[in-house]
């Protein structure tokens, strides 16, 4: 990663966007793009093995820091985050690098979210599209305070345990600065593999606060060098932004921001039209959530690939998901 060039570009509503553009080898010029998208608490740099290997493969690759991380603007306000908004500033950025061929899009976490409006506003321009550990996202899925309290006690009834603590926390006016004061307490936690550990303080209300307040540290996992922490943990420094503005992905959602928006978009766009992948993890969150089964009756040409990976799939399993990509990019 230390030696690819980002790139800034500034959008129609007057944001800036930082992004890796490899364009395809000269001799495989046949093969497309490849859109990459990250999500919370993340960047562009949570790709660097894909980025690597596939454009060592003689595809494109194209890698935004998404809005409210790294170099790309951190608007404050909400209203910044609307999902049909940050899918056209995608695609307008893409138009304007000279992309207009159709691509192969990937996300993770909240980039799954950002890939789902794309296929939803944009279905034209994708030929496949994969989602790790969180599944395609319907339109019309509200997920309001309301909402998430009302899945919380289902889940929790039904399994022993909530999910939702740290999203209610993030709508708390001190969020932001209590993860500013805490980075490695935030970072390290959400990076642990250790279930009852996140069950209790990322899934439980009220835990994530309590984590923070008392400065706890989990033991962060192997697949991350001491160098690659240094730079996640200068990525969500103070200086940097710190992560207050990207939280706003979350809001955006609770406060309803997206349900206007998503009424427009026709019926017949729900429906994932081209062939799609999910790589479903051993998170205790999205297991709750049954993705695979969500997805199904969406994504006529759909496969699964069960993993014994946690959320960040990609950064565990490199290799795996690589080899799985490819394949499945190939076919």
Not at 85 to 95: G, N, T
Not at 147 to 158: A, N, S, T, W
Not at 209 to 224: D, G, H, M, V
Request: one cysteine or more; a negative charge; aromatic letters at 14%.
């Amino acid at each position: 990663m230390d030696t690819l060039t980002y790139r800034p570009r500034i959008v129609r509503r007057g944001l800036t966007y930082s992004f890796i553009n490899i364009p395809p080898s000269s001799t495989t010029a046949s093969k497309p793009y490849i859109l990459f998208l990250h999500g919370f608490p993340s960047g562009s740099a949570d790709w660097r093995h894909q980025i690597t290997h596939f454009s060592g493969k003689g595809y494109g690759v194209f890698v935004p820091d998404l809005l409210g991380y790294g170099a790309s603007s951190k608007p404050s306000d909400t209203a910044w985050y609307k999902g049909k908004d940050m899918a056209a500033d995608l695609m307008e950025i893409l138009d304007a690098e000279g992309i207009r061929g159709k691509l192969l899009g990937v996300g993770h976490d909240w980039g799954s979210f950002l890939l789902s409006r794309m296929a939803n506003y944009y279905p034209d321009r994708f030929l496949k599209y994969v989602f790790l550990d969180v599944g395609y996202s319907a339109p019309g899925a509200g997920l309001s305070l309301q909402v998430l309290h009302f899945i919380d006690g289902m889940v929790k009834e039904k399994l022993g345990y909530s999910v939702f603590g740290y999203f209610l926390f993030f709508n708390e006016e001190d969020a932001g600065k209590l993860m500013d004061e805490h980075p490695d307490s935030t970072l390290s936690l959400f990076h642990s593999r250790d279930e009852e550990l996140g069950k209790k303080y990322l899934g439980a209300q009220g835990g994530f606060r309590t984590w923070l307040s008392q400065a706890k540290t989990a033991e962060w996992p192997n697949y991350l060098t001491e160098k690659e922490r240094a730079a996640l943990l200068m990525h969500f420094s103070i200086e940097n932004g710190g992560f207050g503005p990207a939280t706003n992905w979350y809001r955006v959602q609770t406060q309803g921001l997206n349900e206007d928006d998503e009424k427009e978009i026709p019926k017949e766009n729900y429906t994932l039209t081209h062939p799609t992948l999910l790589f479903t993890c051993q998170n205790f969150i999205t297991k709750a959530a049954d993705m695979a089964g969500q997805m199904r009756p969406l994504a006529p040409d759909f496969t699964v690939k069960e993993t014994q990976a946690g959320h960040w799939i990609m950064l565990e399993l490199p290799d795996e998901v690589n080899q799985e990509l490819e394949g499945f990019f190939e076919k």
